[in-house]
């Protein structure tokens, strides 16, 4: 482990650029003089060199990935907005309801190291572009399936992973590319407030189309033409930059793709990139189950307070919850991710550590919030309001960290796919089953009980109390983070610096004596 990861915990590090990274072929001892203090930050006429685009046209097409993420996230919770409609209409339980977020979320899961691989290869924009008119099309489709074929409705959903898996895989690489340093956070930062503010308008848009039309198809025919759109912007507005050029020094040479395997084993070695995606699955986790499930947990709270007329078979159900939790989401999103981005910033010029440590403290924070939201719901919903509000901020300020530290953690051109593996473990562990997992305890408990709408409620209630546990399960996976950031930014900056290599699996490695220690190194730096 390098010098900084032995630093106290919670304290400044050794200075990132004077520590050796052991094991560097070509340098005298483990590592000789570095070439710089650290990447090099290009000015703004530099990164248009670079990149061979002006400081206008990358925020141009920062806003319309913007556009694309919000429609994404949008689309994803207009189900959730119309849930108990969609029950009602294809006379569904509480876990057949799970499994039409689990199905999208497993089929967009298995999707995204596809997309990862193609991503790192080939052309970024063109995969995006193929991957939403696709999503759609399907979604589309999807908005016209009889009552009788509830098992056409979990195919479609599934078949809309792919042009989601398309889009989250790739995305981030592209601002990566043209952007650095603090300004590579900020426009992260706008990126990723489209996540919770996309969640919230698809409440919203789901509910208030629905209530508009008289029918809750509708809601599901409101995407498929903003998708169009967003396929025009990305066709006519964004270009392919160059991948890692932002992030070499002038005289480095250009970093080439390695094998998948080869990919995949530095990722496995990289333990930042493990214990944050682990980090990131409990946060998948908490916010699947929350998506899903909190409107039809806060109808049926006000439904045993005797707020609001039960969900009748054959009724439209109330749909002011999802309107306001749709609300909520917006507000905390934003709140939240720039709540994040800012106390990193601000942490980071005393603490290198500061990421995964704000990420371990909202996570830990959000907890006993969503804890109390579920237990106070029978007692008051307005308590229950102020206690989702207040661990839905927390609970945002990880998204854009989360994805910054991954980018400064691997090389340039094993983003994508390490962006995909992040999305596979987040969401195998985390919301693909996490909404089934959530609905079939509720209908195991609620079997165990005589039926009531109490009973209803009760059951749902202590299923989703499974949230806050994870969370904290989620906290202390940032804080194991904590302890190995340094060392694992500082190898990604020497490797698209040129001064750190990996040997290949192909060269023999032989035990040789250095500094009175056995040490095991490859034939060929020997033979030189």
Known sequence: MSGSDTAPFLSQADDTDDAPVPGTPGFPGPLGNLKSEGPEVPDPEGLQRITGLSAGHSALIVAVLCYINLLNYMDRFTVAGVLPDIEQFFAIGDSSSGLIQTVFISSYMVLAPVFGYLGDRYNRKYLMCGGIAFWSLVTLGSSFIPRERFWLLLLTRGLVGVGEASYSTIAPTLIADLFVADQRSRMLS????AIPVGSGLGY????????????WHWALRVTPGLGVVAVLLLFLVVREPPRGAVERHSDSPPLNPTS??????????????????LGFTAVAFVTGSLALWAPAFL?????????????????SCSSSDSLIFGLITCLTGVLGVGLGVEISRRLRRFNPRADPLVCAAGLLGSAPFLFLSVACARGSIVATY??????????????????DILLYVVIPTRRSTAEAFQIVLSHLLGDAGSPYLIGLISDRLRRSWPPSFLSEFRALQFSLMLCAFIGALGGAAFLGTAIFIEGDRRRAQLHVQGLLHEAGPEDDRIVVPQRGRSTRVPVSSVLI
């Open 190 to 193: 706008v990126f990723y407030f």
């Open 204 to 215: 919203i848009a789901g509910s208030k189309v629905k209530d508009m039309a008289g029918d």
């Open 260 to 277: 998948w395997w080869a990919d995949l084993r530095a990722l496995a070695r990289n333990p930042s990139f493990i214990l944050s995606s």
């Open 299 to 315: 109808l049926r709270s006000r439904v045993v307070l005797g707020e609001t007329p039960p969900c009748l078979p054959g009724d």
């Open 386 to 403: 102020i206690f989702i509000f207040i661990g839905e901020t927390l609970l945002s300020m990880n998204w854009a960290i989360v994805a």
